[in-house]
């Protein structure tokens, strides 16, 4: 599939395709980074050319970022293209990622605040958020210098809240091209973000709508992001047509669900490693129940909820006892953050007393395992019956796309209204409020007791939608939006 009309792109994301460290020769190896956004971008950076732009975020990279001005071409995963990576400094850094973009854009943008205590800003937001502007003003630059030297116009493609600001910075240097901006979390309905401090709620709308289009994950969000501009001083939202007019421009509001490589999911799932590894599972587990979750180590994923509605099946269905297990495997994420580390400190302890209090001699309700192991989840990802994916809120969810591609025992897939995943897989899903513990627990209760035909029929649907959209068309359809919105 051709992803676009012959531009090259100019891709730029907070966290890049790939990390660098250090190999056992001494070398700074690149490591491809696992995702829809990672796979559809670089395949269409093959096709049309064109450059990517991204932070430095570990030690190897900015090391790599150190060497011939942080620009040079990446031979990864079988795919070849130039990456420039910036390094803004620990102190910037620090502000731009980990202050404003994920305690407080993140937080917001999935309702994460206890708003009765927290947040409380303050100076230190203030000084905060010039990290912020500064980063992003870093991007700015070097998306106008790689613009101009490619000779030819890119479509210019920003990523996330990381970069909220970098659209009108970008146009405001004049670079040519079309921009878009395209989000990946949920955006927050217009009361919630008025949470935020009038300069940031203004300067990430303001900052987004510099480009010609701003493309979210699903419906709810994109319409979040136009009542949001009704109250923008200037902006006028037309919420039918999803277009807002501003300084003189119709900016696009579109909604492009990401979906996954499955062909590539399939041929990691058959390697021998993770075989193995699902074979051990499987002698394992024996005759016993699987109910799976595997996320990042993230507030918004609402394990403890899970954990809860699972702790409620086994009291109210003792029947299930000794003959389910419960396997949540999580991956580290964001430890530089407070809230995160307690959070995981939390679930820890959360799943150690369900454990304690209903544990029998042969059998551990609940197996939590903290580490990234991608492998791991897709061994599991083989052999669950019920498969959790119960966010508070989420821009998409690919776990509820990858886990039916996978998975070859017709699991049934419980999952979160407020996923963006929903609009797509609610039909063959079992539809929970994510913060109805009960209500959790009886879904668990409907996916472990529900007849094979039926799960059958369910799982049909799952595959056929997950696989129905590869990511290269997600790219596809933003481009000729894009190429739309600039014509009018
Ligand atoms: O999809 C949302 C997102 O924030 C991406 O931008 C990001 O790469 C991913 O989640 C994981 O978060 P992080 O890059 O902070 O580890």
Request: aromatic share 8%; hydrophobic share 40%; charged share 25%.
């Amino acid at each position: 599939v051709s992803p676009g009309p012959g531009r090259p792109i100019l891709v730029a994301s907070n966290r890049g395709p790939v990390t660098f460290s250090r190999s056992e020769d001494g070398s700074l190896a690149p490591r491809r980074g696992a995702g829809g956004l990672v796979t559809a971008l670089t395949s269409a950076l093959q096709v049309t050319g064109g450059r990517w732009v991204a932070s430095a975020m570990s030690e190897g990279d900015r090391e790599r970022a150190a060497e011939s001005g942080g620009r040079f071409e990446v031979d990864a995963g079988g795919a070849r293209y130039d990456l420039r990576l910036l390094d803004p400094g620990a102190d910037v850094f620090d502000a731009y990622y980990n202050r404003i973009s994920n305690r407080i854009l993140w937080f917001c943008h999935h309702y994460l605040w206890d708003v009765p205590r927290y947040p409380r800003f303050g100076a230190d937001t203030a000084a905060a958020w010039d990290g912020y502007r500064a980063v992003n003003a870093l991007f700015a630059e070097a998306l106008a210098e790689e613009a101009e030297s490619l000779g030819t116009a890119p479509a210019i493609l920003v990523q996330d809240y990381h970069l909220c600001l970098v659209p009108a910075l970008v146009r405001g240097r004049g670079a040519a091209g079309p921009i878009a901006h395209f989000s990946h979390s949920p955006f927050a309905g217009p009361d919630y973000l008025r949470v935020l401090p009038d300069e940031i709620r203004t300067g990430i709308l303001e900052g987004m709508l510099g480009a010609d289009l701003v493309g979210f994950q699903a419906a709810a969000w994109a319409d979040n992001f136009l009542a949001a501009c009704g109250s923008l001083p200037g902006a006028e939202p037309d919420r039918e047509r999803r277009t807002v007019r501003w300084q003189g421009r119709n900016v696009r509001v579109g909604v492009f669900p990401i979906s996954i490589d499955a062909d590539a999911l399939r041929r990691e799932t058959a390697a021998p490693e993770v075989a193995a590894r699902r074979e051990a599972l499987a002698t394992s587990l024996g005759e016993m129940r699987l109910i799976l979750r595997a996320d990042r180590m993230e507030l918004s994923k609402n394990v403890i909820r899970g954990f809860l509605a699972y702790e409620r099946l086994l009291l109210d269905t003792p029947e299930w006892r000794g003959r389910v297990r419960f396997l949540a495997h999580l991956y580290p994420s964001r430890a530089d953050i407070p809230e995160y580390r307690a959070y995981a400190q939390d679930c820890e302890r959360e799943a150690e007393r369900i454990n304690a209090a209903l544990r029998e001699p042969e059998w551990e309700p609940i197996t939590l395992s903290v580490k990234d192991d991608f492998q791991e989840a897709l061994s599991a990802y083989g052999r669950y019956d019920v498969l959790l994916v119960n966010p508070v809120f989420d821009g998409m969810n690919l776990v509820a796309k990858e886990g039916p591609v996978v998975n070859d025992r017709d699991g049934v897939l419980v999952l979160s209204r407020n996923a963006g995943a929903h609009d797509e897989l609610a039909a063959h899903a079992l539809v929970v409020n994510p913060f109805d513990v009960g209500e959790t627990a009886e879904a668990l209760h409907s996916a472990l007791s529900m007849p094979a035909d039926e799960r059958a029929r369910r799982a049909k649907g799952l595959r056929e939608v997950a696989t129905a959209n590869p990511p290269v068309e997600w790219v596809r359809r933003q481009l000729e939006d894009l190429e739309e919105a600039i014509a009018r």
